[in-house]
C-alpha cells in the first residue's frame, strides 16, 4: 500500500450492520452509488477545487476512510481514516457528459481505498459560462444527505469560507439506524408484525414491474427536469390538507407507473415504492457524513389507483402511519435479533434471500426525496446553479426517482436502468410522471 492510504493508528470504528448488509448486496447486484451534480455560474478551477475536496475529508472523517477487515470488530469489518487519501477527480466536457455520466456513476467504487467517493469537473455543463461538479458517492458509509453534507462542505472550502457545520468525529457517526426508533417492547413488536406481514406480502403478492422499453446495454441512464413555477407552487403552496410533498410524490411516481404498463399493455396490481426515511436527529437533520437511512415501502392496488384523488389520500394514510409506529425502525429491529451472529448470517443471508425469492423483496421504484435544502452558498455565487440527485436502483427495481427543492426549485432526476428504458422512453415516463403530479396537486 502506498504513502498516500497508509490507515492512522488511532481513527478506526467498526462496520454497522447496516453497512455491512448494503455492502454485500451490492457485490452481488450493480454498484449501489448516489449521484448529486451542483452546477456553477462560472469556470472552476480544477486544482482549488482538489484541495477544497481534501478540505471537507479533514472535516468529515468518514469521506476519508478506507474498510479494513477487523477481527476486532462485532461486525468483522472497519472504517480506518487514512493519511492524505488520493481524491479522484476526472475531468469532461458538455457535449460528452451524457455519455460519461453513465460510465462515471456505473463504474463500481473500491472501499479498500480511499475515500468513497470521485469527482468529475464537466467543462461548460453550468448555465452560461459555467460548469458542472459530479459527486458518485458510495452508499456503504454514507446516505444522499450526506453526500449533501460533504458537498456543502467542498463548496464553502473552494470559496475560502469556514465550513458551517462542526466535525463529527468518527466514532459518533456510528448513530445510525441501530438507534433508531423506540425500543419499547410494545412498539417493536407492532414493528415485527408489519415486518413479517410485508414479507408475507412480497411473497404471496409480488410487486408489479414497470414494462420494459430499453436496450440490451448494461448501467444506468439519467434524466433531468426542473418543475415549472406552476407546478412548484402547487406542490409546495397549495397541496390538500394533510398531504406531505412526499405523499404527492409518491401518488405521482404510483400513477405513472399504472400508466406506463397501460400503454404497454402489461398489468399492474400491487404498486411498491421503496421510501428511504432520513433517521437523523432533528437538530442535525442534513448534518452528517454516514449512512442514516432505513426504509419504508408505499403500496397501491388498483382500487387505491381509480383516480388520484383516492390515490393520494391511500398514500397519506400510509405515511402517516409509518411515522406514528416508526416503521423505518423495522431495520434496526430486524438488525437486533441476529446480535454477533449477523456478520456470518444475516448479512451474507440478504443477497442470498433475494435471489432466492427471484427479487420480490424489491420494491417497483425507489422514490428518494431530500426535501427542502437548507439554502447553502455555491462554488462561485451565493446560491448553486443547480442541484440534482439520484439514489441506486437495480433491476427489477429498473427506476428510481431523486427529488430535491433548493431555493423554490423542485429538481428531479430519474435514474434508470438501460434494460428498463431507453431515453426517449425515459423522457415518456417523466413527461407521465409530471402530469400525474399536476392531477394530484
Not at 428498463?420 to 425515459?426: E, L, V
Amino acid at each position: 500500500m502506498s504513502g498516500r492510504t497508509a490507515p492512522t493508528s488511532e481513527a478506526r470504528v467498526p462496520f454497522t450492520p447496516t453497512e455491512l448488509v448494503v455492502a454485500h448486496v451490492e457485490r452481488t447486484t450493480a454498484p449501489w452509488n448516489i449521484q448529486f451534480e451542483l452546477a456553477s455560474r462560472g469556470p472552476l478551477d480544477p486544482d482549488r477545487l482538489r484541495a477544497a475536496v481534501r478540505t471537507a475529508i479533514a472535516h468529515h472523517p468518514l469521506a476519508g476512510a478506507v474498510h479494513r477487515r477487523d477481527s476486532d470488530s462485532p461486525t468483522g469489518h472497519a472504517w480506518v481514516v487514512v493519511d492524505d487519501p488520493a481524491v479522484d477527480l476526472r475531468t469532461t466536457t458538455a457535449g460528452a457528459l451524457e455519455e460519461f455520466r453513465g460510465a462515471f456513476y456505473g463504474e463500481r467504487l473500491d472501499l479498500s481505498t480511499a475515500p468513497p467517493f470521485r469527482v468529475a469537473l464537466a467543462r461548460g455543463a453550468g448555465p452560461g459560462d459555467g460548469d458542472r461538479v459530479l459527486f458518485c458517492t458510495s452508499h456503504v458509509p454514507m446516505d444522499g444527505v450526506g453526500t449533501l453534507a460533504l458537498v456543502r462542505s467542498v463548496c464553502r472550502a473552494y470559496r475560502g469560507a469556514s465550513l458551517d457545520t462542526p466535525s463529527v468525529p468518527l466514532a459518533a457517526t456510528r448513530g445510525t439506524v441501530e438507534r433508531f426508533g423506540s425500543r419499547g417492547v410494545r412498539p417493536r413488536l407492532v414493528r415485527a408484525g408489519e415486518t413479517a406481514s410485508r414479507l408475507w406480502t412480497a411473497l404471496t403478492d409480488p410487486p408489479s414491474r414497470l414494462a420494459p422499453a430499453g436496450t440490451d446495454d448494461a448501467g444506468w441512464g439519467f434524466h433531468h427536469r426542473t418543475l415549472g413555477p406552476a407546478l412548484t407552487d402547487r406542490l409546495l403552496g397549495s397541496r390538500p390538507s394533510g398531504v406531505s410533498v412526499n405523499d404527492a410524490l409518491l401518488a405521482a411516481l404510483s400513477l405513472a407507473v399504472d400508466d406506463w404498463n397501460a400503454a404497454h399493455d402489461r398489468p399492474t396490481d400491487r404498486v411498491g415504492l421503496m421510501v428511504p426515511v432520513n433517521a437523523r436527529p432533528a437538530d442535525r437533520f442534513y448534518e452528517t457524513v454516514a449512512m442514516y437511512t432505513p426504509f419504508v415501502s408505499v403500496s397501491t392496488d388498483r382500487a387505491a389507483r381509480a383516480t388520484p384523488r383516492r390515490t393520494l389520500r391511500a398514500v397519506a394514510r400510509r405515511t402517516d402511519r409509518h411515522r406514528e409506529r416508526d416503521s423505518a425502525a423495522w431495520v434496526a429491529d430486524a438488525l437486533g435479533l441476529f446480535g454477533p451472529v449477523l456478520p456470518s448470517v444475516a448479512a451474507r443471508g440478504v443477497p442470498w434471500l433475494l435471489d432466492r425469492t427471484d427479487r420480490a423483496l424489491l420494491d417497483t421504484a425507489v422514490c428518494s426525496n431530500l426535501g427542502r435544502v437548507p439554502a447553502f452558498p455555491g462554488f462561485d455565487a451565493e446560491r448553486p446553479a443547480g442541484l440534482w440527485f439520484s439514489p441506486p436502483t437495480v433491476m427489477p427495481m429498473g427506476a428510481g426517482l431523486g427529488v430535491a427543492t433548493l431555493d423554490g426549485r423542485v429538481s428531479l432526476t430519474l435514474r434508470y436502468a438501460r434494460e428498463q428504458f431507453d431515453p426517449a422512453a425515459a423522457t415518456r415516463f417523466t413527461d407521465g410522471l409530471c402530469a400525474r403530479l399536476g392531477d394530484v396537486v
